[in-house]
């Protein structure tokens, strides 16, 4: 547990690392908020920004996904699509959005991207809460951890992902059918 | 579709697999918003208190050289405006929404600042408007004062001129404020309340 304050290498250094071990959590919190390319990229660096600040004040007391969850869903809320960007012109460091069907390259994982494209897709329909819910379930986040990261009681939480649950079986009963 | 075959499907992905990502230049451009936010936010600052301030010692200066006490109240009331900005920016800055908390203190933070945001522009003539407007009354009832000698009629069109154009001015200003919290404000809030909602 760090207990000093925090040099600026050890803030690089933790980013770093953050970057390599939690980037699949951030692009799914991304890609399941924004739509749109540039929205993406766009909210993927106000991501990476509030990341960037808020590592001075980690103490290590929150798990790391904990406190990387937290600081991803509070910007995507606050976060809003067509807002005039707050930022210069940047250099392009990320390409994020390739279509799917030009990834792939076995027709074997196919069913599996759809299902995740579909997700995704019915993820941005629901309500914000509700969509930060569902992404850190389908991520296998225990009930506690999800109730850290909101900051509500357990309970409720198994109340709301009861619901979510239906409703992303709901619009995925089209899929199931067509796969 | 169950949910199992979704979370198996979920956790299969590899999005990390679809990105270019150049870390140097990245760190870079974070480093570099991060700058560039904290000055935007330094020169919002500046300007606001540095326009009353500059307009305060301005009138300052104008009514020492001519001799007018009336400036000097239009200069009490520019500097009572940079002294709220500061006053309310430093009030504010303890209350504003830190990333890292929970996402329910998170939201609760950014509707007790768009409440406040909300106060400030509906009451925007009492803390902004009024005291200027007060130095500004002053300074007509002695521009007319020593204008005295030109006559009735040039006195009050002299007054006319004076009051419709700081009017005009102050309305519009006003009707801006309100729109904002019409436009923005309001809306903002309604989402912040039915997201504090939908987790109460």
Redesign the interface.
Known sequence: MQTQAMTAQEQETLFRRWLKEHLGLMLKVVRGCATAPQDQDDLFQDILLQIWSSIPSFRGEAKETTWIYRVAFNTALAWQRGERRRREKHEIFLRLDTPPQVQLSHVDSLPEQEIVERLYAAIRQLPKVDASLALMHLDGLSYQEMAEVLGISVNYIGVKLNRIRKQLADELKGAADEL | ???E????????????A??????N??????????R??QA?IFWRDVREVGAAALMAVGFLVWGRLWHWWSLYLLAFACFEVGAFFVIDRRLQRRKR???????????EA?LFQINHQIWLLKNVFWWYLLPPIIGIGAVLAQTLWTARGAGPAAMIAMGAVFIITYGVTYGFVYWLNQRAVRKQLDPRRQELE??LA???
């Open positions: 579709m169950n949910f075959v979704m979370q198996k499907a979920w956790q299969s992905q590899d999005p990390g679809k990105v270019t990502l150049d870390i230049v990245l760190l870079r451009e974070v480093r570099h918003n991060q560039h936010f935007t929404p830190v990333h890292n908390d929970s996402l329910q203190d998170c939201i950014s039915a997201l939908s987790l109460t």
